[in-house]
Each structure stands twice: as structure tokens, then as C-alpha cells.
Nanobody, 126 residues
Framework: QVQLMESGGGSVQTGGSLRLSCASS????????MAWFRRAEGKEREAIAT???????AYSDFVKGRFVISQDGDGNVVDLEMKSLKPEDSGMYHC????????????????????WGQGTQVTVSS
């Protein structure tokens, strides 16, 4: 099983910024669709943003204009740049990937992805 490794979580105050990274050597040479998800304590998992290997991205409405997903220059890392953070953005953030395809009828469905990272915690204090 390919491992995805998240990093970059931490604690910030409201209005602050964080950059999360999801690393996998497969990003640079495989077709993929990947996504960031988060789960706050006591809440359902939420889909945040998605990126395909051919550069298409999409965002959930609650992060549009604040979060940006991108693949770094080396191609091995997909970043999630998060700005104007709010307390409700707190949670465990996971990246997930499906290899060999880019099409998804509904990218926000966690069941579509078959590779998951361990997660990185984000805490936004008021």
C-alpha cells in the first residue's frame, strides 16, 4: 500500500495561516485524483479540496477563497495552503488518493479513495 504522508499541521489563532503537505513519490509520475479531508471531533468527515494529475482542482464551498490546493515543482507533494483560518477549521486533516484515474462522479466521497495518510492536526483558537 502506498503511503501518503501529511505534514504541516499545528496551532494558530483565528485569521492565521497554515500550509499542509501531502507527500508521495507517486504524485510525480502517476495519474491520480487526490483530496484533502478533515474531521472535527464529534463531526462527520468533510471533503475540502481535490486535485488531479492533469491540474484540475475543486473546493468545497466553505473553503473557497481561503484555501488553495497545488502540486509543488518537484511533483511529489500536494500542498493545501490555508488562510483566514477559523475555529471551525480545526480538526484532523487527511490526504487521500486514487491512482490511475482522474474522473470522479463525486470527488467528495471518501469511499472513492483507496490510499490514505495518517493525518495531521490543525487547531485554530479564537
Amino acid at each position: 500500500q502506498v503511503q501518503l504522508m501529511e505534514s504541516g499541521g499545528g496551532s494558530v489563532q483565528t485569521g492565521g495561516s497554515l500550509r499542509l503537505s501531502c507527500a508521495s513519490s507517486r504524485f510525480s509520475h502517476r495519474t491520480f485524483r487526490m483530496a484533502w479531508f478533515r474531521r472535527a471531533e464529534g463531526k462527520e468527515r468533510e471533503a475540502i479540496a481535490t486535485l488531479t494529475s492533469d491540474g484540475r482542482s475543486a473546493y468545497s464551498d466553505f473553503v473557497k477563497g481561503r484555501f488553495v490546493i497545488s502540486q509543488d515543482g518537484d511533483g511529489n507533494v500536494v500542498d493545501l495552503e490555508m488562510k483566514s483560518l477559523k475555529p471551525e477549521d480545526s480538526g484532523m486533516y487527511h490526504c487521500a488518493a486514487r491512482w490511475g484515474v482522474t474522473y470522479a462522479e463525486d470527488w467528495s466521497q471518501s469511499g472513492y479513495y483507496n490510499d490514505w495518510g495518517q493525518g495531521t492536526q490543525v487547531t485554530v483558537s479564537s
